[in-house]
Protein backbone atom coordinates (compact mmCIF):
# COMPACT_ATOMS: atom_id res chain seq x y z
CA UNK A 1 0.00 0.00 0.00
CA UNK A 2 1.12 3.55 -0.64
CA UNK A 3 1.95 5.69 1.71
CA UNK A 4 -0.02 8.97 2.07
CA UNK A 5 1.55 12.02 1.90
CA UNK A 6 1.60 13.98 4.81
CA UNK A 7 -0.57 17.36 5.40
CA UNK A 8 2.47 19.31 5.62
CA UNK A 9 3.57 18.34 2.36
CA UNK A 10 0.98 18.87 0.09
CA UNK A 11 0.67 22.06 1.34
CA UNK A 12 4.73 21.92 0.34
CA UNK A 13 3.69 20.95 -2.81
CA UNK A 14 0.53 23.08 -3.23
CA UNK A 15 2.65 25.93 -2.93
CA UNK A 16 5.26 25.60 -5.52
CA UNK A 17 3.16 24.21 -7.74
CA UNK A 18 3.75 26.39 -10.85
CA UNK A 19 -0.49 27.14 -11.08
CA UNK A 20 -0.91 27.51 -7.17
CA UNK A 21 -3.88 30.31 -6.34
CA UNK A 22 -2.56 33.60 -5.57
CA UNK A 23 -5.49 34.08 -3.12
CA UNK A 24 -3.68 32.54 -0.60
CA UNK A 25 -1.46 35.30 -0.28
CA UNK A 26 -3.81 37.89 -0.36
CA UNK A 27 -0.47 40.08 -0.87
CA UNK A 28 0.50 38.75 -4.01
CA UNK A 29 -3.03 39.35 -5.28
CA UNK A 30 -2.42 42.76 -4.87
CA UNK A 31 1.02 42.17 -6.97
CA UNK A 32 -0.32 40.18 -9.39
CA UNK A 33 -2.17 43.32 -10.68
CA UNK A 34 1.02 44.98 -11.45
CA UNK A 35 2.11 41.40 -13.25
CA UNK A 36 2.82 41.28 -17.11
CA UNK A 37 3.91 38.05 -17.90
CA UNK A 38 0.57 36.45 -18.70
CA UNK A 39 -0.84 37.96 -21.92
CA UNK A 40 -1.28 41.53 -23.59
CA UNK A 41 -4.73 42.19 -22.04
CA UNK A 42 -2.95 42.70 -18.45
CA UNK A 43 -0.03 44.57 -20.17
CA UNK A 44 -2.54 46.92 -21.78
CA UNK A 45 -4.57 47.42 -18.57
CA UNK A 46 -1.94 47.72 -16.41
CA UNK A 47 -0.36 50.55 -18.61
CA UNK A 48 -3.83 51.95 -19.27
CA UNK A 49 -4.40 52.60 -15.21
CA UNK A 50 -0.63 53.62 -14.42
CA UNK A 51 -0.93 56.15 -16.72
CA UNK A 52 -4.37 57.25 -15.95
CA UNK A 53 -3.14 57.54 -12.57
CA UNK A 54 -0.17 58.44 -12.74
CA UNK A 55 0.34 60.87 -15.28
CA UNK A 56 -3.46 62.04 -16.72
CA UNK A 57 -4.32 62.81 -12.76
CA UNK A 58 -2.15 64.59 -11.40
CA UNK A 59 -1.54 66.77 -14.77
CA UNK A 60 -4.83 67.83 -14.67
CA UNK A 61 -5.72 68.31 -10.52
CA UNK A 62 -2.43 70.74 -11.38
CA UNK A 63 -3.14 73.01 -14.27
CA UNK A 64 -7.39 72.96 -13.49
CA UNK A 65 -7.53 72.49 -9.82
CA UNK A 66 -4.52 74.69 -8.78
CA UNK A 67 -6.83 77.61 -7.18
CA UNK A 68 -4.43 80.35 -7.49
CA UNK A 69 -7.28 82.62 -7.11
CA UNK A 70 -8.50 81.01 -4.20
CA UNK A 71 -7.92 82.40 -0.07
CA UNK A 72 -5.02 81.66 1.63
CA UNK A 73 -6.51 77.92 2.91
CA UNK A 74 -7.11 76.46 -0.45
CA UNK A 75 -3.96 77.41 -2.81
CA UNK A 76 -1.79 74.35 -3.32
CA UNK A 77 1.70 76.48 -4.10
CA UNK A 78 3.33 73.31 -3.17
CA UNK A 79 1.26 71.32 -5.47
CA UNK A 80 3.68 70.80 -8.18
CA UNK A 81 6.36 69.16 -5.90
CA UNK A 82 3.70 67.05 -4.41
CA UNK A 83 2.90 65.43 -8.11
CA UNK A 84 6.05 65.40 -9.10
CA UNK A 85 7.49 63.81 -6.14
CA UNK A 86 4.43 60.64 -6.12
CA UNK A 87 4.51 60.27 -9.40
CA UNK A 88 8.65 60.10 -9.77
CA UNK A 89 8.60 56.96 -7.50
CA UNK A 90 5.42 55.49 -8.75
CA UNK A 91 6.91 55.48 -12.16
CA UNK A 92 10.19 54.17 -10.98
CA UNK A 93 8.43 51.58 -9.12
CA UNK A 94 6.22 50.54 -11.84
CA UNK A 95 8.89 49.95 -14.63
CA UNK A 96 10.67 47.93 -12.42
CA UNK A 97 7.62 45.58 -11.11
CA UNK A 98 7.38 45.19 -15.12
CA UNK A 99 10.91 44.69 -15.98
CA UNK A 100 10.81 41.97 -13.26
CA UNK A 101 7.34 40.36 -14.06
CA UNK A 102 8.71 39.80 -17.55
CA UNK A 103 11.82 38.32 -17.53
CA UNK A 104 11.29 36.51 -14.19
CA UNK A 105 7.66 35.85 -13.13
CA UNK A 106 6.29 36.45 -9.13
CA UNK A 107 6.78 33.06 -8.41
CA UNK A 108 10.60 33.04 -9.46
CA UNK A 109 11.44 36.58 -8.32
CA UNK A 110 9.97 35.96 -5.02
CA UNK A 111 12.17 32.48 -5.01
CA UNK A 112 8.96 30.11 -4.58
CA UNK A 113 10.11 27.99 -7.04
CA UNK A 114 13.50 27.38 -4.89
CA UNK A 115 11.69 26.48 -1.63
CA UNK A 116 12.15 23.15 -1.92
CA UNK A 117 15.61 23.31 -1.46
CA UNK A 118 15.09 24.81 2.10
CA UNK A 119 14.12 23.23 5.06
CA UNK A 120 10.19 23.38 6.42
CA UNK A 121 11.22 25.78 9.52
CA UNK A 122 12.30 27.89 6.57
CA UNK A 123 9.59 27.58 4.47
CA UNK A 124 6.72 28.01 6.91
CA UNK A 125 8.41 31.18 8.10
CA UNK A 126 8.60 32.47 4.64
CA UNK A 127 5.11 31.59 4.04
CA UNK A 128 3.79 33.11 7.31
CA UNK A 129 6.02 36.80 6.15
CA UNK A 130 4.29 36.85 2.80
CA UNK A 131 0.96 36.78 4.66
CA UNK A 132 1.71 39.68 6.89
CA UNK A 133 3.12 41.60 3.80
CA UNK A 134 -0.72 42.71 3.27
CA UNK A 135 -1.24 43.60 6.88
CA UNK A 136 1.87 45.93 6.55
CA UNK A 137 0.82 47.66 3.48
CA UNK A 138 -2.04 48.46 5.28
CA UNK A 139 -0.45 49.17 7.72
CA UNK A 140 2.08 52.11 6.03
CA UNK A 141 -0.73 53.28 3.38
CA UNK A 142 -4.03 53.56 4.89
CA UNK A 143 -2.98 56.23 7.52
CA UNK A 144 -1.36 58.50 4.48
CA UNK A 145 -4.64 57.64 2.71
CA UNK A 146 -7.33 58.76 5.74
CA UNK A 147 -5.20 62.13 6.03
CA UNK A 148 -5.35 62.78 2.50
CA UNK A 149 -8.95 61.89 2.13
CA UNK A 150 -9.78 64.30 4.83
CA UNK A 151 -7.57 67.12 3.35
CA UNK A 152 -9.85 66.79 0.05
CA UNK A 153 -13.11 66.07 1.60
CA UNK A 154 -12.51 69.48 3.45
CA UNK A 155 -11.15 71.18 0.89
CA UNK A 156 -14.04 70.32 -1.72
CA UNK A 157 -16.60 71.16 0.67
CA UNK A 158 -14.80 74.34 2.53
CA UNK A 159 -13.77 75.77 -0.66
CA UNK A 160 -17.23 74.42 -3.11
CA UNK A 161 -17.62 78.09 -4.09
CA UNK A 162 -14.22 78.89 -5.45
CA UNK A 163 -12.57 75.57 -7.05
CA UNK A 164 -13.09 75.14 -10.65
CA UNK A 165 -16.18 72.87 -11.94
CA UNK A 166 -17.65 71.87 -15.54
CA UNK A 167 -21.63 71.92 -15.85
CA UNK A 168 -22.42 70.39 -12.37
CA UNK A 169 -20.51 71.46 -9.52
CA UNK A 170 -21.10 68.95 -6.92
CA UNK A 171 -20.92 65.98 -9.39
CA UNK A 172 -17.69 67.57 -10.68
CA UNK A 173 -16.64 67.72 -7.09
CA UNK A 174 -16.70 64.13 -6.51
CA UNK A 175 -15.56 62.58 -9.62
CA UNK A 176 -12.26 65.31 -9.24
CA UNK A 177 -11.87 64.25 -5.55
CA UNK A 178 -12.18 60.79 -6.25
CA UNK A 179 -9.54 60.25 -9.01
CA UNK A 180 -7.01 62.69 -7.24
CA UNK A 181 -7.40 59.96 -4.21
CA UNK A 182 -7.01 57.14 -6.17
CA UNK A 183 -4.39 58.32 -7.38
CA UNK A 184 -2.69 58.71 -4.30
CA UNK A 185 -3.23 55.82 -3.09
CA UNK A 186 -2.24 54.10 -6.17
CA UNK A 187 1.25 55.89 -6.36
CA UNK A 188 2.01 55.27 -2.78
CA UNK A 189 1.14 51.55 -2.60
CA UNK A 190 3.09 50.80 -5.93
CA UNK A 191 5.88 52.26 -4.02
CA UNK A 192 5.56 50.77 -0.31
CA UNK A 193 4.70 47.59 -2.37
CA UNK A 194 7.94 47.12 -4.29
CA UNK A 195 9.85 48.54 -0.64
CA UNK A 196 7.48 45.22 0.88
CA UNK A 197 8.95 43.05 -1.71
CA UNK A 198 12.32 43.85 -1.23
CA UNK A 199 12.01 43.57 2.44
CA UNK A 200 10.27 39.89 1.39
CA UNK A 201 13.11 38.35 -0.58
CA UNK A 202 15.46 39.81 2.34
CA UNK A 203 13.70 38.05 5.10
CA UNK A 204 14.09 34.59 3.30
CA UNK A 205 17.43 34.97 3.51
CA UNK A 206 17.52 36.20 6.97
CA UNK A 207 15.65 32.81 7.34
CA UNK A 208 18.20 30.21 5.36
CA UNK A 209 21.28 32.20 7.18
CA UNK A 210 19.46 31.60 10.84
CA UNK A 211 18.74 27.88 9.33
CA UNK A 212 22.75 27.55 8.52
CA UNK A 213 23.67 28.90 12.16
CA UNK A 214 22.03 26.44 14.05
CA UNK A 215 24.73 24.07 12.51
CA UNK A 216 27.59 25.76 14.91
CA UNK A 217 24.74 24.66 17.85
CA UNK A 218 24.92 21.21 17.11
CA UNK A 219 27.84 19.09 15.77
CA UNK A 220 28.92 19.39 12.58
CA UNK A 221 29.46 16.15 10.57
CA UNK A 222 30.97 17.82 7.24
CA UNK A 223 32.45 21.35 6.27
CA UNK A 224 31.65 21.06 3.04
CA UNK A 225 28.53 20.59 3.49
CA UNK A 226 28.10 24.11 5.37
CA UNK A 227 30.63 25.38 2.65
CA UNK A 228 27.78 24.88 0.06
CA UNK A 229 25.43 25.74 2.20
CA UNK A 230 26.59 29.72 3.02
CA UNK A 231 27.90 29.74 -1.18
CA UNK A 232 23.93 28.96 -1.69
CA UNK A 233 23.13 31.95 0.64
CA UNK A 234 26.11 34.81 -0.78
CA UNK A 235 24.58 33.66 -4.26
CA UNK A 236 20.96 34.20 -3.54
CA UNK A 237 22.37 37.84 -1.88
CA UNK A 238 23.98 38.96 -4.99
CA UNK A 239 20.66 38.07 -6.94
CA UNK A 240 19.31 39.91 -4.39
CA UNK A 241 21.47 43.07 -4.40
CA UNK A 242 21.66 42.83 -8.59
CA UNK A 243 18.01 42.62 -9.15
CA UNK A 244 16.90 45.94 -6.64
CA UNK A 245 20.28 48.03 -6.93
CA UNK A 246 18.89 50.46 -9.59
CA UNK A 247 15.57 50.74 -7.69
CA UNK A 248 17.56 51.56 -4.29
CA UNK A 249 19.96 53.63 -5.69
CA UNK A 250 17.44 55.75 -7.20
CA UNK A 251 15.12 56.07 -4.25
CA UNK A 252 17.64 57.61 -2.19
CA UNK A 253 18.77 60.03 -4.97
CA UNK A 254 15.21 61.26 -5.93
CA UNK A 255 14.14 60.94 -1.82
CA UNK A 256 17.28 63.44 -1.30
CA UNK A 257 16.94 65.68 -4.30
CA UNK A 258 12.57 65.71 -3.50
CA UNK A 259 13.61 66.86 0.12
CA UNK A 260 15.96 69.60 -0.67
CA UNK A 261 13.11 70.80 -3.71
CA UNK A 262 10.44 70.91 -0.93
CA UNK A 263 12.95 72.84 1.51
CA UNK A 264 14.00 75.35 -1.32
CA UNK A 265 10.73 75.74 -1.79
CA UNK A 266 9.43 75.91 1.31
CA UNK A 267 12.16 78.44 2.97
CA UNK A 268 11.99 80.97 0.20
CA UNK A 269 11.91 84.46 1.95
CA UNK A 270 8.46 85.67 0.06
CA UNK A 271 6.52 82.53 1.03
CA UNK A 272 3.90 82.16 3.86
CA UNK A 273 4.08 78.77 4.93
CA UNK A 274 1.27 77.36 6.68
CA UNK A 275 -0.63 73.76 7.80
CA UNK A 276 -2.91 74.23 5.03
CA UNK A 277 -0.72 74.47 2.63
CA UNK A 278 2.04 72.70 3.36
CA UNK A 279 0.76 69.67 5.12
CA UNK A 280 0.08 67.53 2.00
CA UNK A 281 3.51 68.35 1.04
CA UNK A 282 4.82 66.46 4.87
CA UNK A 283 2.82 63.81 4.47
CA UNK A 284 4.12 63.06 0.78
CA UNK A 285 7.98 63.49 2.21
CA UNK A 286 6.93 61.44 5.25
CA UNK A 287 5.37 58.31 2.68
CA UNK A 288 8.67 58.28 0.47
CA UNK A 289 11.13 58.59 3.62
CA UNK A 290 8.84 55.70 4.77
CA UNK A 291 9.41 53.09 1.77
CA UNK A 292 13.33 53.99 1.64
CA UNK A 293 13.85 53.46 5.38
CA UNK A 294 11.87 50.01 4.98
CA UNK A 295 14.51 48.97 2.14
CA UNK A 296 17.46 50.11 4.00
CA UNK A 297 16.43 48.25 6.92
CA UNK A 298 15.85 45.13 5.24
CA UNK A 299 19.22 45.26 3.99
CA UNK A 300 21.20 46.22 6.92
CA UNK A 301 19.26 43.64 9.12
CA UNK A 302 20.62 40.60 6.81
CA UNK A 303 24.19 42.29 6.36
CA UNK A 304 24.39 42.52 10.99
CA UNK A 305 23.03 39.25 10.57
CA UNK A 306 25.58 37.61 8.32
CA UNK A 307 28.41 39.03 10.78
CA UNK A 308 26.72 37.84 13.36
CA UNK A 309 27.05 34.03 11.40
CA UNK A 310 30.81 34.52 10.93
CA UNK A 311 31.08 36.02 14.71
CA UNK A 312 29.29 32.44 15.97
CA UNK A 313 31.70 30.55 13.34
CA UNK A 314 34.68 32.18 15.00
CA UNK A 315 33.53 31.24 18.80
CA UNK A 316 32.43 27.53 17.94
CA UNK A 317 36.56 27.22 16.33
CA UNK A 318 37.91 29.21 19.39
CA UNK A 319 36.01 26.38 21.72
CA UNK A 320 36.68 23.30 20.07
CA UNK A 321 40.61 24.15 19.53
CA UNK A 322 40.96 26.16 23.45
CA UNK A 323 39.82 22.26 24.18
CA UNK A 324 42.30 20.32 22.66
CA UNK A 325 42.14 17.41 25.29
CA UNK A 326 45.63 17.34 26.01
CA UNK A 327 45.30 15.40 29.39
CA UNK A 328 44.14 12.84 27.29
CA UNK A 329 46.88 9.58 26.29
CA UNK A 330 47.35 8.73 22.78
CA UNK A 331 44.17 6.83 21.47
CA UNK A 332 42.26 7.14 24.30
CA UNK A 333 38.96 7.72 23.38
CA UNK A 334 37.46 11.32 25.53
CA UNK A 335 34.48 10.74 27.72
CA UNK A 336 31.26 13.01 28.19
CA UNK A 337 32.54 13.87 31.56
CA UNK A 338 36.15 15.09 30.00
CA UNK A 339 34.51 17.05 27.28
CA UNK A 340 31.82 19.13 29.68
CA UNK A 341 35.37 19.79 32.16
CA UNK A 342 37.18 20.74 29.08
CA UNK A 343 34.85 23.14 27.62
CA UNK A 344 33.30 24.70 30.97
CA UNK A 345 35.93 27.20 31.00
CA UNK A 346 35.12 28.23 27.41
CA UNK A 347 31.28 28.17 27.82
CA UNK A 348 31.64 30.22 30.82
CA UNK A 349 33.46 32.94 29.48
CA UNK A 350 31.54 33.40 26.47
CA UNK A 351 28.25 32.97 28.15
CA UNK A 352 26.41 35.96 29.31
CA UNK A 353 23.18 35.72 31.94
CA UNK A 354 20.44 37.28 31.05
CA UNK A 355 20.53 40.68 32.75
CA UNK A 356 23.65 41.75 31.09
CA UNK A 357 22.21 41.15 27.44
CA UNK A 358 22.12 44.63 25.19
CA UNK A 359 19.24 45.44 23.74
CA UNK A 360 20.72 44.72 20.42
CA UNK A 361 22.45 41.67 20.68
CA UNK A 362 21.24 39.37 17.57
CA UNK A 363 20.08 36.00 18.95
CA UNK A 364 22.85 34.78 17.13
CA UNK A 365 25.08 36.12 19.27
CA UNK A 366 23.64 33.87 22.47
CA UNK A 367 24.03 30.51 20.54
CA UNK A 368 25.31 27.96 22.65
CA UNK A 369 28.16 26.27 21.62
CA UNK A 370 27.31 22.35 21.30
CA UNK A 371 31.07 20.18 22.73
CA UNK A 372 32.62 19.68 19.79
CA UNK A 373 35.43 16.43 19.90
CA UNK A 374 38.35 17.07 18.66
CA UNK A 375 38.35 14.23 16.63
CA UNK A 376 35.02 15.22 14.88
CA UNK A 377 36.59 18.18 12.59
CA UNK A 378 39.89 19.02 12.35
CA UNK A 379 41.56 22.30 12.79
CA UNK A 380 42.68 22.71 9.37
CA UNK A 381 38.99 22.65 8.37
CA UNK A 382 37.72 24.05 10.88
CA UNK A 383 40.01 27.30 10.55
CA UNK A 384 39.86 26.88 6.46
CA UNK A 385 35.42 27.64 7.19
CA UNK A 386 36.10 30.79 9.53
CA UNK A 387 38.59 32.09 6.91
CA UNK A 388 36.38 31.94 4.04
CA UNK A 389 33.47 33.28 5.74
CA UNK A 390 35.69 36.40 7.49
CA UNK A 391 37.06 36.80 3.88
CA UNK A 392 33.79 35.71 1.68
CA UNK A 393 31.06 38.17 4.14
CA UNK A 394 27.24 37.70 2.77
CA UNK A 395 25.29 41.03 2.58
CA UNK A 396 23.14 43.23 0.19
CA UNK A 397 25.40 45.42 -1.82
CA UNK A 398 24.54 48.70 -3.79
CA UNK A 399 26.90 48.72 -6.35
CA UNK A 400 29.78 46.84 -4.83
CA UNK A 401 29.24 48.96 -1.57
CA UNK A 402 27.94 46.89 1.59
CA UNK A 403 24.84 47.96 3.13
CA UNK A 404 25.53 47.66 6.84
CA UNK A 405 23.89 49.65 10.16
CA UNK A 406 26.87 52.52 9.68
CA UNK A 407 25.98 53.27 6.14
CA UNK A 408 22.32 53.24 6.88
CA UNK A 409 22.88 55.73 9.78
CA UNK A 410 24.26 57.84 7.55
CA UNK A 411 21.46 57.83 5.32
CA UNK A 412 18.69 57.92 7.52
CA UNK A 413 20.51 60.91 9.53
CA UNK A 414 20.34 63.11 6.22
CA UNK A 415 16.96 62.08 5.77
CA UNK A 416 15.75 62.55 8.89
CA UNK A 417 17.14 66.01 9.16
CA UNK A 418 15.91 66.99 5.99
CA UNK A 419 12.71 65.82 7.28
CA UNK A 420 12.68 67.75 10.46
CA UNK A 421 13.70 71.08 9.01
CA UNK A 422 10.18 70.81 6.79
CA UNK A 423 8.31 70.15 9.58
CA UNK A 424 9.42 72.73 11.34
CA UNK A 425 8.57 75.08 8.76
CA UNK A 426 5.44 73.60 8.38
CA UNK A 427 4.51 73.34 12.53
CA UNK A 428 5.87 76.72 13.42
CA UNK A 429 3.88 78.76 11.14
CA UNK A 430 0.77 77.31 12.10
CA UNK A 431 -2.03 80.79 12.19
Not at 15 to 39: C, G, M, T, Y
Not at 105 to 116: H, V
Not at 275 to 301: M, P
Request: glycine share 4%; with cysteine; charged share 20%.
Amino acid sequence: MEKQPSSEQGSREHLLHPEFPASRFPFLSIVLWFDQSKNRGTVLLSWSVFFLLVVGVPIISHFVLVCSDCDFHHRRPYDAVVQLSLSIFAGISFVNLSYWSRKFGMRRFLFLDKLMDVSDKVRIEYEAEIQRSKKRLMIFVLPSLTLEATYRIWWYVSGSNQIPYLINPLLSNVIACTLQLSSWLYRNAIFITVCILYQITCHLQTLRLNDFARCFASEIADVGVALAEHQKIRRNLRVVSHRFRRFILLSLILVTGTQFMALLTTTRASVAVNIYEVGELALCSLSLVTGVFICLRSATKITHKAQSVTSLAAKWNVCATVDSFENLHDGETPTASNVESQISTCRNEMDTSDDEEGEGDDELDNTKIHPVYANTISYQKRQALVTYLENNRAGITVYGFLVDRSWLHTIFGIELALLLWLLNKTIVNIP
